[in-house]
Protein backbone atom coordinates (compact mmCIF):
# COMPACT_ATOMS: atom_id res chain seq x y z
CA UNK A 1 0.00 0.00 0.00
CA UNK A 2 1.79 3.38 -1.10
CA UNK A 3 2.83 5.91 1.48
CA UNK A 4 -0.16 8.26 2.15
CA UNK A 5 0.53 11.99 1.33
CA UNK A 6 -1.78 13.81 4.33
CA UNK A 7 -2.50 11.47 7.89
CA UNK A 8 -6.28 13.11 8.08
CA UNK A 9 -8.29 13.17 11.59
CA UNK A 10 -11.71 13.95 10.64
CA UNK A 11 -13.28 15.48 14.32
CA UNK A 12 -16.55 15.15 15.14
CA UNK A 13 -17.02 17.50 17.54
CA UNK A 14 -19.71 17.80 20.21
CA UNK A 15 -20.58 14.22 20.66
CA UNK A 16 -22.91 13.66 23.02
CA UNK A 17 -24.65 16.81 22.60
CA UNK A 18 -28.39 14.71 22.51
CA UNK A 19 -29.10 11.39 20.76
CA UNK A 20 -29.32 12.70 17.45
CA UNK A 21 -26.60 14.39 16.83
CA UNK A 22 -24.74 11.13 18.49
CA UNK A 23 -26.17 8.78 15.98
CA UNK A 24 -25.91 11.22 13.32
CA UNK A 25 -21.73 11.34 14.14
CA UNK A 26 -21.83 7.18 14.34
CA UNK A 27 -23.76 7.42 11.14
CA UNK A 28 -20.73 9.67 9.93
CA UNK A 29 -18.21 7.61 11.13
CA UNK A 30 -19.67 4.28 9.91
CA UNK A 31 -19.74 5.94 6.45
CA UNK A 32 -16.20 6.73 6.24
CA UNK A 33 -16.63 10.60 6.68
CA UNK A 34 -15.07 11.14 10.11
CA UNK A 35 -12.38 8.89 12.03
CA UNK A 36 -12.66 10.51 15.10
CA UNK A 37 -14.81 12.31 17.59
CA UNK A 38 -14.46 14.57 20.69
CA UNK A 39 -17.08 14.26 23.63
CA UNK A 40 -19.05 16.69 26.09
CA UNK A 41 -19.02 14.78 29.28
CA UNK A 42 -21.25 17.48 30.80
CA UNK A 43 -23.90 16.79 28.08
CA UNK A 44 -27.29 15.07 28.47
CA UNK A 45 -26.41 12.39 25.86
CA UNK A 46 -22.71 11.61 27.31
CA UNK A 47 -23.24 8.37 28.42
CA UNK A 48 -25.31 7.69 25.21
CA UNK A 49 -22.58 8.88 23.46
CA UNK A 50 -19.59 6.70 25.39
CA UNK A 51 -21.90 3.75 24.59
CA UNK A 52 -21.80 4.31 21.10
CA UNK A 53 -18.13 4.57 20.54
CA UNK A 54 -17.07 1.85 22.59
CA UNK A 55 -19.76 -0.54 20.41
CA UNK A 56 -18.83 0.93 17.61
CA UNK A 57 -14.92 0.80 18.31
CA UNK A 58 -14.58 4.76 17.31
CA UNK A 59 -11.38 6.92 18.72
CA UNK A 60 -12.29 9.38 21.07
CA UNK A 61 -11.30 12.29 23.16
CA UNK A 62 -12.39 15.07 25.62
CA UNK A 63 -13.92 18.35 24.10
CA UNK A 64 -13.18 20.20 27.28
CA UNK A 65 -16.27 22.59 28.24
CA UNK A 66 -15.99 25.90 29.96
CA UNK A 67 -18.66 27.90 28.82
CA UNK A 68 -22.13 25.97 28.00
CA UNK A 69 -24.10 24.55 30.87
CA UNK A 70 -23.47 22.99 34.46
CA UNK A 71 -20.18 21.93 35.51
CA UNK A 72 -19.15 18.41 36.19
CA UNK A 73 -16.82 19.81 39.20
CA UNK A 74 -19.38 19.39 42.45
CA UNK A 75 -17.24 22.02 44.27
CA UNK A 76 -17.94 25.04 42.55
CA UNK A 77 -20.81 26.60 43.89
CA UNK A 78 -20.85 30.42 44.00
CA UNK A 79 -18.02 30.23 40.94
CA UNK A 80 -16.68 33.01 38.73
CA UNK A 81 -16.99 30.19 35.70
CA UNK A 82 -20.82 30.04 36.50
CA UNK A 83 -23.55 32.96 35.93
CA UNK A 84 -26.53 33.29 38.96
CA UNK A 85 -28.18 30.68 37.74
CA UNK A 86 -25.27 28.13 38.07
CA UNK A 87 -24.41 27.94 34.26
CA UNK A 88 -21.54 28.65 32.58
CA UNK A 89 -21.51 31.86 31.06
CA UNK A 90 -21.77 31.48 27.29
CA UNK A 91 -19.10 31.91 24.34
CA UNK A 92 -18.82 35.36 24.98
CA UNK A 93 -19.56 35.47 28.73
CA UNK A 94 -17.03 33.08 29.31
CA UNK A 95 -14.61 35.87 27.47
CA UNK A 96 -15.82 38.71 29.02
CA UNK A 97 -15.22 37.29 32.34
CA UNK A 98 -12.12 36.31 31.68
CA UNK A 99 -10.89 39.82 30.17
CA UNK A 100 -11.70 41.52 33.26
CA UNK A 101 -9.72 39.73 35.38
CA UNK A 102 -12.26 38.25 37.74
CA UNK A 103 -11.69 34.33 36.58
CA UNK A 104 -10.10 32.18 39.06
CA UNK A 105 -7.57 30.26 37.22
CA UNK A 106 -8.19 27.03 40.12
CA UNK A 107 -11.71 26.75 39.33
CA UNK A 108 -11.12 26.20 35.59
CA UNK A 109 -8.49 23.71 36.94
CA UNK A 110 -11.09 22.00 39.57
CA UNK A 111 -13.41 21.66 36.42
CA UNK A 112 -11.05 20.55 33.92
CA UNK A 113 -9.97 17.82 35.80
CA UNK A 114 -13.20 17.09 37.02
CA UNK A 115 -13.62 16.76 33.25
CA UNK A 116 -10.90 14.28 32.47
CA UNK A 117 -11.87 12.47 35.54
CA UNK A 118 -15.47 11.70 34.26
CA UNK A 119 -14.70 11.25 30.92
CA UNK A 120 -12.19 8.02 32.15
CA UNK A 121 -15.37 7.14 34.34
CA UNK A 122 -17.92 7.29 30.91
CA UNK A 123 -14.95 5.63 28.40
CA UNK A 124 -13.12 3.54 30.75
CA UNK A 125 -9.50 4.91 29.19
CA UNK A 126 -7.78 8.08 29.00
CA UNK A 127 -8.94 10.74 26.13
CA UNK A 128 -6.73 10.03 23.39
CA UNK A 129 -6.57 13.43 22.92
CA UNK A 130 -8.14 16.88 24.20
CA UNK A 131 -9.35 20.46 22.85
CA UNK A 132 -11.66 23.64 24.21
CA UNK A 133 -15.23 23.54 23.35
CA UNK A 134 -15.94 27.24 21.32
CA UNK A 135 -11.71 27.15 21.41
CA UNK A 136 -11.90 28.08 25.17
CA UNK A 137 -8.00 26.10 25.80
CA UNK A 138 -6.07 28.74 23.75
CA UNK A 139 -7.49 31.50 25.73
CA UNK A 140 -4.86 33.91 27.80
CA UNK A 141 -4.27 32.17 31.15
CA UNK A 142 -6.48 29.21 30.39
CA UNK A 143 -4.36 27.75 28.22
CA UNK A 144 -1.38 27.59 30.57
CA UNK A 145 -3.70 25.98 33.17
CA UNK A 146 -5.15 23.59 30.24
CA UNK A 147 -1.73 22.51 29.38
CA UNK A 148 -0.72 21.22 33.02
CA UNK A 149 -3.47 19.20 33.10
CA UNK A 150 -3.02 17.44 29.86
CA UNK A 151 0.33 17.16 31.20
CA UNK A 152 -0.02 15.97 34.52
CA UNK A 153 -2.68 13.03 33.13
CA UNK A 154 -0.65 12.47 30.42
CA UNK A 155 -2.74 13.58 27.58
CA UNK A 156 -0.25 13.99 24.18
CA UNK A 157 -2.83 15.89 21.55
CA UNK A 158 -4.70 19.33 21.37
CA UNK A 159 -5.83 21.39 18.75
CA UNK A 160 -4.22 24.27 17.41
CA UNK A 161 -6.45 26.32 15.08
CA UNK A 162 -4.71 28.24 12.68
CA UNK A 163 -6.21 27.59 9.37
CA UNK A 164 -4.09 28.28 6.02
CA UNK A 165 -5.66 30.37 3.98
CA UNK A 166 -8.33 31.59 6.30
CA UNK A 167 -7.72 35.39 5.66
CA UNK A 168 -9.08 35.07 2.06
CA UNK A 169 -12.83 33.54 3.02
CA UNK A 170 -13.90 36.25 2.36
CA UNK A 171 -17.50 34.57 1.90
CA UNK A 172 -17.66 34.50 5.74
CA UNK A 173 -19.76 36.93 7.50
CA UNK A 174 -17.38 40.08 8.62
CA UNK A 175 -18.30 38.91 12.25
CA UNK A 176 -17.43 34.91 12.03
CA UNK A 177 -14.06 36.65 10.21
CA UNK A 178 -13.52 38.81 13.20
CA UNK A 179 -14.10 35.71 15.53
CA UNK A 180 -12.25 33.40 13.30
CA UNK A 181 -9.09 35.88 13.70
CA UNK A 182 -9.42 36.63 17.38
CA UNK A 183 -9.13 32.51 17.43
CA UNK A 184 -6.16 32.53 15.21
CA UNK A 185 -4.24 35.15 17.18
CA UNK A 186 -4.96 33.57 20.30
CA UNK A 187 -3.67 29.70 19.28
CA UNK A 188 -0.39 31.27 17.77
CA UNK A 189 -0.04 32.59 21.66
CA UNK A 190 -1.00 29.17 23.03
CA UNK A 191 2.35 27.26 20.70
CA UNK A 192 4.97 28.35 23.08
CA UNK A 193 2.74 27.22 26.18
CA UNK A 194 1.63 23.70 24.61
CA UNK A 195 5.17 23.31 23.24
CA UNK A 196 6.84 23.90 26.61
CA UNK A 197 4.56 21.07 28.26
CA UNK A 198 4.93 18.84 25.47
CA UNK A 199 1.78 18.97 23.97
CA UNK A 200 1.66 17.93 20.34
CA UNK A 201 -0.90 19.00 17.42
CA UNK A 202 -1.13 17.58 13.63
CA UNK A 203 1.25 20.01 11.02
CA UNK A 204 -1.92 21.54 9.45
CA UNK A 205 -5.75 22.76 11.36
CA UNK A 206 -8.72 23.21 9.41
CA UNK A 207 -12.27 24.01 9.98
CA UNK A 208 -13.30 27.33 10.81
CA UNK A 209 -13.87 27.28 7.15
CA UNK A 210 -15.88 24.69 6.22
CA UNK A 211 -18.62 25.12 9.13
CA UNK A 212 -22.25 24.61 8.58
CA UNK A 213 -23.59 25.86 5.51
CA UNK A 214 -19.99 26.97 4.19
CA UNK A 215 -19.16 23.32 3.77
CA UNK A 216 -19.15 21.79 0.23
CA UNK A 217 -17.60 19.65 -1.94
CA UNK A 218 -15.56 22.39 -3.45
CA UNK A 219 -14.71 24.30 0.08
CA UNK A 220 -13.09 21.19 1.35
CA UNK A 221 -11.27 20.73 -1.94
CA UNK A 222 -9.94 24.31 -0.86
CA UNK A 223 -9.34 23.64 2.43
CA UNK A 224 -7.39 20.22 1.58
CA UNK A 225 -5.52 21.92 -1.04
CA UNK A 226 -3.40 23.73 1.58
CA UNK A 227 -2.69 20.48 3.51
CA UNK A 228 -1.66 18.79 0.49
CA UNK A 229 0.48 21.78 -0.98
CA UNK A 230 2.10 21.97 2.77
CA UNK A 231 6.21 21.00 2.00
CA UNK A 232 8.40 20.12 4.13
CA UNK A 233 10.09 23.41 4.38
CA UNK A 234 6.49 24.87 5.23
CA UNK A 235 6.33 22.23 8.08
CA UNK A 236 9.68 22.95 9.77
CA UNK A 237 9.62 26.90 9.59
CA UNK A 238 5.84 26.71 10.59
CA UNK A 239 6.20 27.42 14.61
CA UNK A 240 2.92 24.89 14.87
CA UNK A 241 4.82 22.48 13.70
CA UNK A 242 8.42 22.87 15.84
CA UNK A 243 6.66 20.25 18.44
CA UNK A 244 6.09 17.42 15.89
CA UNK A 245 9.04 15.13 15.69
CA UNK A 246 8.19 13.58 12.73
CA UNK A 247 8.04 16.78 10.25
CA UNK A 248 11.97 16.86 10.35
CA UNK A 249 11.43 13.41 8.29
CA UNK A 250 10.66 13.99 4.55
CA UNK A 251 9.04 10.78 3.71
CA UNK A 252 6.65 11.79 6.58
CA UNK A 253 3.20 12.25 5.67
CA UNK A 254 1.52 15.58 6.41
CA UNK A 255 -0.80 15.29 9.39
CA UNK A 256 -3.88 17.20 9.75
CA UNK A 257 -7.37 17.60 11.71
CA UNK A 258 -10.69 18.54 10.01
CA UNK A 259 -12.96 19.98 12.69
CA UNK A 260 -16.34 19.12 11.72
CA UNK A 261 -19.91 19.28 13.31
CA UNK A 262 -21.97 16.77 11.59
CA UNK A 263 -25.57 15.50 13.20
CA UNK A 264 -29.04 14.97 12.69
CA UNK A 265 -30.58 18.37 13.84
CA UNK A 266 -31.88 18.24 18.14
CA UNK A 267 -34.93 18.15 18.55
CA UNK A 268 -36.68 21.30 21.06
CA UNK A 269 -35.93 20.68 24.60
CA UNK A 270 -33.94 17.99 23.87
CA UNK A 271 -30.34 18.02 24.34
CA UNK A 272 -27.75 20.28 24.90
CA UNK A 273 -25.16 20.15 28.50
CA UNK A 274 -28.26 21.34 31.03
CA UNK A 275 -30.16 24.50 29.66
CA UNK A 276 -31.36 22.80 26.51
CA UNK A 277 -29.79 22.75 22.73
CA UNK A 278 -28.88 25.60 21.69
CA UNK A 279 -29.58 27.04 17.87
CA UNK A 280 -26.47 25.99 16.37
CA UNK A 281 -27.61 22.38 17.15
CA UNK A 282 -30.96 22.14 16.02
CA UNK A 283 -29.89 24.15 12.73
CA UNK A 284 -30.78 22.05 9.55
CA UNK A 285 -26.90 23.00 8.87
CA UNK A 286 -25.72 20.00 11.01
CA UNK A 287 -27.24 17.82 8.70
CA UNK A 288 -25.97 18.94 5.86
CA UNK A 289 -22.60 18.64 7.43
CA UNK A 290 -23.55 15.44 7.52
CA UNK A 291 -23.98 14.67 4.14
CA UNK A 292 -21.32 16.73 2.91
CA UNK A 293 -19.31 14.55 4.70
CA UNK A 294 -20.26 11.06 3.59
CA UNK A 295 -20.83 12.30 -0.20
CA UNK A 296 -18.92 10.00 -2.78
CA UNK A 297 -17.46 12.86 -4.17
CA UNK A 298 -15.53 13.79 -0.90
CA UNK A 299 -14.55 10.43 -0.54
CA UNK A 300 -13.00 9.72 -4.01
CA UNK A 301 -10.87 12.83 -3.38
CA UNK A 302 -9.54 11.38 -0.18
CA UNK A 303 -8.56 8.22 -2.22
CA UNK A 304 -7.24 10.34 -5.41
CA UNK A 305 -5.35 12.65 -3.25
CA UNK A 306 -3.39 9.96 -1.13
CA UNK A 307 -5.38 11.03 2.02
CA UNK A 308 -5.52 8.73 5.30
CA UNK A 309 -8.37 9.30 7.36
CA UNK A 310 -7.08 8.20 10.91
CA UNK A 311 -7.72 9.07 14.37
CA UNK A 312 -5.00 10.77 17.39
CA UNK A 313 -4.42 7.50 18.61
CA UNK A 314 -2.63 6.56 15.44
CA UNK A 315 -0.25 8.78 15.14
Known amino acids: MPQPKVKLVVTGDDFGYCERRNQGIVDCFKAGGISNVSLLVNAVSAEHAAELAKRNHIPIGLHANLSEGLPVSQDLKGSTLLNKDG ?14 GQLKMSEVEAELRAQVNRFCELVGHMPYHMDGHQHVHILPEVREVFAQVLSDFGITYTRVPIEPGLKFCTFLPP ?28 DVYLGLSTMGKNMSVS ?10 EASLDDRVTSPLIQSNDAATDSCCPVTAELMVHPGYPSQPHQGGCGEGPDDFSQSADRLHELNTLRDPLVLNYYRQQGIHLCAFKDF
Not at 185 to 194: G, Q, R, T, W
Request: glycine share 8%.
Open 219 to 228: NLKRALGFTL
Open 175 to 202: RLRDFNAQVEKDALESVEVFHRHGIRWP
Open 87 to 100: FFRGKMGFREVLQS
